[in-house]
């Protein structure tokens, strides 16, 4: 089945400094990828919509100049989180649609700020 | 705007029992219901997805349920085991084409030996 690569997995890092996680489809081309956020005991709340050669669609609250994301190809979309704070901690993870429609996963990345 | 709710939040069952999940969405509009596992720390694994135009499906000891017109799914769990012990997630995608799923907040499952 298709494989959505997603690093890295875990990152701890200092209040200020900025984090980028990568998301790559490694057997199919993925036009659209969207970034989730999870806080403990909450659902996925999605962030924002990535489409390939355009700039990302941010959901209603996130910061577009803070979760600065990039889908320079079809197989690569990256997230940074800029000047980090405490209260980023979060899980984030990726989904990539492929051409048929179908959403794959990546395994997340379990990002915490000192 | 779609909301999707799960209930329980979480639920305790000795080994063998039988369960239902629960999972009601406010638009009946979706163009899919996927239910998802999702292990502590890690990423989702899809269970089970069900298109609109369909009643259920089912994948070994489970099996999905989706009426769209009241706006429920139930997964139902035969003959639970200790490794079924995770988050479940219920998630709609909506009618259009190309968006992204939209999730409840899941039910914790524990499973005792």
């Known amino acids: 089945g298709a494989v959505v690569s997603q690093h890295p997995s875990r990152v701890i890092c200092k209040s200020g400094t900025s984090v980028k996680i990568e998301c790559r489809s490694l057997?199919?081309?993925?036009?659209?990828m969207f970034w989730y956020r999870q806080f403990p005991k909450q659902s996925l709340m999605l962030m924002a919509t990535?489409?390939?050669?355009?700039?990302?669609?941010?959901e209603q609250g996130v910061e577009k100049d803070k979760f600065l994301i990039n889908h320079a190809s079809l197989t690569l979309s990256t997230l940074t989180v800029t000047s980090a704070h405490p209260e980023d901690s979060s899980f984030y993870i990726c989904?990539?649609?492929?051409?048929?429609?179908?959403?794959?996963f990546g395994s997340g990345t379990q990002l915490s700020v000192l | 705007k779609q909301e999707v709710t799960q209930i329980p939040a979480a639920l305790s069952v000795p080994e063998g029992e039988n369960l239902v999940l629960n999972c009601s969405f406010t638009?009946?509009?979706?163009?899919?219901l996927q239910w998802f596992r999702q292990d502590p720390g890690k990423g989702l694994t899809s269970l089970l997805l069900?298109?609109?135009?369909?009643r259920e499906q089912t994948s070994g000891r489970l099996n999905a349920s989706l009426d769209k017109s009241s706006g429920r799914s139930t997964l139902y769990i035969a003959a639970s085991q200790p490794g079924d012990s995770a988050t479940y997630l219920c998630?709609?995608?909506?009618?259009?084409?190309?968006?992204?799923?939209?999730f409840g907040k899941g039910t914790t499952l524990s499973v005792s030996s």
């Open positions: 989904s990539a649609r492929e051409l048929a429609e179908k959403l794959f």
């Open positions: 057997d199919f081309q993925a036009t659209t």
């Open positions: 990535s489409n390939e050669g355009s700039k990302a669609t941010y």
């Open positions: 638009d009946s509009a979706i163009y899919n």
């Open positions: 069900i298109q609109s135009s369909q």
């Open positions: 998630a709609v995608r909506p009618g259009q084409a190309g968006t992204a799923l939209i």
